[in-house]
């Protein structure tokens, strides 16, 4: 069929996949090509959403006293989540680079309206969340296109909402969902930076994965599953 992917675009996409990482450091100079861009956007733009809502804006920002107000709010609230940690843990915390607000050269605020085409969504009305899920999805196409495109990106989340709502003037019914940097970068780290940093292991799929019900690994339905899972097949 004309649908099926080739085993170089199943490779391309498996690859954007494992070599994604949340960018918070090596950003350059570089500016983002704005037709590179727009495809980016147009690919957050494209991912599933309840009832077919589209319920995520993107807010694009460069100025810079914008940024620093941002960069702001993270400092203090970077601080106060070190209140949390104990022992030697609350200085490597400290240490972690856990932003590049200011050294990437666009940021992008992603918002979630839940009053967007109306009070009734097909799908919402049992779950409310779905919506936010929506916007989620809108974020990984978005995360996925900008490493298919060489261009890092990095979610803060250690931020104020209710300074982001302030300072990019948010109406009260818009709920911001994520505060995303984006940049070209010197370099993709070969894993993500906390597993570098061994604050948290990897888990096996296998840890993760149950059958039928919760914590049910006996499960004799699933025995090729099972045999692959373990064996940690990837796509090669």
């Not at 391309?12 to 980016?40: M, P, Q, W």
């Not at 196409?141 to 300072?167: C, F, Q």
Request: charged share 25%.
């Amino acid at each position: 069929m004309d649908e099926e992917f080739s085993d170089a675009e199943k490779a391309g996409f498996y690859k954007a996949i494992y070599s994604r990482r949340d960018v918070r450091s090596h950003f350059t100079s570089e500016s983002i090509n704005d037709k590179v861009l727009t495809r980016i956007l147009n690919a957050a733009h494209h991912a599933p959403s309840v009832g077919f809502s589209q319920p995520w804006n993107f807010i694009l920002i460069k100025n810079q006293k914008t940024k620093n107000k941002i960069k702001k709010s993270f400092d203090i609230e970077h601080l106060r989540a070190s209140e949390q940690i104990e022992g030697s843990k609350k200085s490597e915390y400290m240490s972690l680079k856990l932003e590049g607000i200011l050294e990437s050269p666009v940021n992008i605020c992603i918002t979630y309206d839940p009053t967007k085409f109306g009070p009734f969504v097909i799908g919402r009305t049992s779950i409310p969340e779905t919506g936010i899920y929506s916007v989620c999805c809108a974020i990984q196409n978005m995360w996925l296109a900008a490493r298919t495109e060489g261009v890092g990106l990095g979610w803060v989340s250690i931020l104020s909402n209710k300074v982001l709502k302030k300072e990019l003037e948010l109406p009260e019914h818009i709920i911001p969902i994520a505060y995303v940097c984006l940049g070209h970068v010197t370099k993709f780290e070969t894993k993500p930076d906390l597993e570098r940093a061994k604050w948290l292991p990897r888990l096996k799929l296998d840890d993760v994965v149950y059958y039928e019900k919760w914590e049910q690994k006996d499960a004799p339905d699933w025995n090729i599953i099972q045999e692959y899972i373990k064996a940690n097949l990837d796509y090669a």
